[in-house]
């Protein structure tokens, strides 16, 4: 299941909140050096589409 | 590795990490992004309240790094926080004949037609080529039926040797040759058939119950899903799909009985498991590629398995890796690298995909689960032995 951290207090969320910010760059800020793409997008309306093994030849493209 | 949701204070977007990624679900837009360790550090600043200058500077001060790298990661992550309307909908992929109906169709031939069912969906296909519909008979004669409700009238014309392909009195393909039209067809039965069916997520890839749980095998064209279907198919198990994993808002499995594309690189390995294979017709897709169909040894009837049925679910992307010639270098076993959620995800969408709802923030919840509670491998092999072996270890892992 998906862990949900600090749903329900609002101060002791902001604390632990705040403090899961700086655990996550003091673990993984070594790693930021060695990543050049900011985002990538997954899933977006725009490429949605049937799942189709044609690739197109070019001339003729798949539909 | 456990997926956390990190609350953020920017109420549109939710923020799901492993380890040193993440992925962000975009509530306005229905988007969602995967962002590596700098863009978390930097979407983390900017949800904080930090001003641009001053993320730069400390990212840049604290990681070594210039202001010049920074600045465009900075602006491309920050056009997360803004409200854009969603552009177009997922639901706008659905094929064009949904929005035709059969009724009013006139059939190109009223004597060559013949009535088949995939799924729930039932097909009329008609045309005046004789030998083109011997082929279409022999090749789906498993899927035929009687039933005079039809979903969607295909009908194929030709004219000078150019065939036309038409869905429900829509042009859908066109301009082929005889040799293109068997594959438009199987295709075109396929996704329909998906896409009338109640699913939610749709992938590419293979998807076969087997007596130890349901193998989901993801994967780009090419990559070798459709071979080792066909070969477990005729080993291990029944075939849901050889292309299309489409999934349930429960996450049960939609079967398509449709035969097996083998491509021609791959007649030779499966000539034993599947003698008729050399007698079979040859094919060819739009991009040049050969293809035989084949069926797979046990057709199961239409149904779904359900995941609340108890069936183990094991996810594999295949990566076929040709032989060297030298032995010595040959690769003695297949090998399998675990997949994290996040690579899976992105996996699964680099090789295609369709959802069949608007993406929300419960949607993609319960899809984030089915795959943390799912074994995921990448499965490099040479040959389907190496592939199988392998399989039966990972089985005996769940």
């Known amino acids: ?41 997954l899933m977006t309306p725009r490429t949605s589409a049937a799942p189709k093994s044609c690739r197109g030849n070019g001339t003729k493209k798949c539909n | ?31 969602l992004y995967h962002l590596p360790t700098l863009s978390i550090a930097i979407l983390f600043s900017i949800d904080e309240g930090q001003n641009q200058q001053s993320i730069i500077n400390s990212i840049a001060k604290e990681y070594q790094l210039s202001k ?76 035929r039926c009687s039933s005079i409700k039809v979903d969607f009238v295909i009908s194929i014309a030709i004219s000078d040797d150019n065939y036309q392909i038409f869905s429900n009195g829509l042009l859908v393909e066109t301009d082929l040759s005889f040799n293109h039209v068997m594959p438009l067809i199987i295709d075109r039965l396929q996704i329909l058939s998906f896409q009338k069916s109640d699913y ?21 064209s090419g990559s070798g899903k459709s071979t080792l279907s066909a070969v477990l198919a005729g080993v291990d198990g029944g075939l849901f799909s ?27 390995s499966l000539d034993i498991q599947y003698p008729n294979l050399k007698h079979m017709p040859t094919w060819h897709r739009l991009d040049g590629r050969r293809l035989k169909y084949v069926w797979p040894n046990d057709k199961q009837a239409n149904k779904t398995i359900s995941k609340n049925d108890n069936a183990k679910f094991l996810l ?16 003695p076993q297949a090998v399998a690298k675990p997949l994290d959620v996040i690579d899976t995800i992105a996996m699964l969408t680099d090789s295609g995909y369709q959802l ?6 419960s949607g993609f919840e319960a899809f984030l689960n089915f795959i943390e509670k799912t074994p ?16 039966d270890e990972l089985w005996l892992l769940q």
Not at chain 2, 244 to 258: G, P, Q
């Open chain 2, 376 to 391: 995921c491998y990448q499965l490099s092999y040479s040959s389907s032995q190496q592939a199988l072996d392998k399989l």
């Open chain 2, 356 to 361: 069949g709802f608007e993406l929300t923030e």
């Open chain 2, 242 to 268: 050889d292309e299309i994993i489409a999934f349930n808002k429960n996450f049960e499995l939609c079967l398509l009985s449709l035969p097996i594309a083998v491509k021609s690189g791959s007649w030779k």
């Open chain 1, 1 to 41: 299941m998906i862990e949900l951290k600090n749903e329900h207090h609002a101060n002791t969320a902001e604390v632990s909140t705040d403090q899961t910010r700086r655990d996550f760059l003091n673990k993984f800020g070594k790693l930021a050096v060695i990543t050049p793409v900011a985002m990538s997008v």
């Open chain 2, 316 to 331: 594999i992307n295949p990566k076929f890796v040709t032989q060297p010639s030298n032995a010595q270098e040959a690769q």
């Open chain 2, 68 to 143: 010049q790298l920074l600045e465009p990661i900075y602006h491309q992550i920050n056009t997360l926080f803004s409200s854009p309307k969603q552009q177009g909908t997922y639901l706008a992929g659905r094929y064009p004949e949904f929005e035709a109906s059969p009724k009013q169709v006139k059939l190109i031939n009223h004597i060559q037609v013949a009535y088949f069912q995939v799924a729930d969906t039932i097909f009329s296909i008609d045309t005046k080529d004789e030998d083109l519909f011997i082929a279409i008979q022999a090749l789906l004669s498993p899927c």
């Open chain 2, 1 to 31: 590795m456990p997926i956390t949701k990190f609350p953020l204070k920017t109420s549109h977007l939710s923020l799901y990490l492993e380890e040193s990624k993440g992925i962000v679900y975009h509530k306005i837009s229905h988007n």
């Open chain 2, 200 to 220: 939610t997520f749709c992938f590419h890839g293979a998807a076969l119950g087997t007596p130890r749980g349901t193998l989901l095998l993801p994967g780009k």
